[in-house]
């Protein structure tokens, strides 16, 4: 049976259930035909269980013979790349264990008021704008920056490691405070792991990077501003000009990077 209301808005996602179109700030979104109606199912009942035998029967039919678990698994993986959302995380779809799926983001039905779920506090419109103001773009290129980044970071280490004597001395001639190649070196073997981390976890596409990105954040942070310093170094190579914007540039990285993981897998 079609949907009593056929256009539903969530966030600045707008779903068309009569032409099995989605968008997102205007823009239209690839979505396959199954993964879409399941997420029309979801939005028919804000709030409550769709359990995984309904989407069964509606999607498949009982008499349909196909591996439904992987099929709607599938789906579903497919329908929360699309809307940037996280299993362990949720902004959208939420998953009861063995039972099915519920929606618990706001939703307004065309023609009709809102519609809050009981499962959800009602969020400040000001954080909701924040959550899903960020342009939509391909995952693959998210992840490939990512990457990228992680590989710059681990670059730095290397070099850093392989040239302490060098920092040693260009530090005894600037007149720097005594043990800089250790703090480099300690600073270095800190960060391998991390970056390791997170670049196996972008190699492997993840989908909880999201919520371990957030608790790893402070302490990279910490450990970006530090490095962010090292173009200082080579003031007398490069100038003080270059230098400093070098080290403004590198400040910036771990914000943008924190902007990569909420595009690729969700408020981080």
Do not use: C
Not at 116 to 138: G, I, N
Not at 173 to 188: I, N, Q, S, T, W
Request: hydrophobic share 50%; no cysteine.
């Amino acid at each position: 049976m079609p949907p009593a209301k056929k256009i539903f808005r969530f966030g600045v996602y707008e779903a068309d259930a009569l032409t099995g179109e989605l968008h997102k700030g205007g823009a239209r979104l690839r979505l396959q035909e199954q993964p879409f109606q399941v997420l029309v199912m979801l939005l028919e009942r804000p709030g409550e269980l769709v359990t995984r035998e309904e989407i069964r029967q509606r999607l498949w039919g009982a008499e349909t013979f196909v591996d439904f678990d992987h099929s709607l698994n599938t789906a579903i993986n497919k329908l929360r790349e699309t809307l940037n959302d996280s299993a362990t995380e949720p902004r959208y779809i939420e998953t009861l264990a063995r039972r099915g799926y519920r929606f618990i983001a706001a939703v307004e039905a065309a023609g009709g008021a809102g519609v809050l779920p009981a499962t959800e506090t009602p969020a400040p419109e000001a954080s909701e704008a924040s959550a899903d103001s960020l342009p939509a773009a391909p995952r693959g290129a998210v992840r490939f920056l990512l990457a990228l980044i992680q590989v710059m970071y681990l670059s730095f280490y290397l070099a850093a490691l392989a040239k302490l004597a060098a920092i040693g001395a260009i530090a005894e001639a600037a007149r720097l405070p005594g043990g800089l190649p250790e703090l480099a070196a300690a600073a270095a073997v800190l960060g391998i792991p991390f970056r390791l981390y997170l670049l196996s976890a972008t190699a492997f596409d993840y989908r909880g990077l999201g919520a371990k990105f957030r608790r790893l954040f402070p302490y990279l942070f910490a450990l970006d501003v530090l490095w962010a310093l090292a173009p200082f170094l080579l003031m007398g190579k490069i100038g003080f000009g270059l230098a400093f914007a070098s080290t403004a540039a590198l400040l910036y990285v771990p914000f943008s990077q924190r902007t990569l993981v909420r595009m690729g897998y969700g408020r981080p």
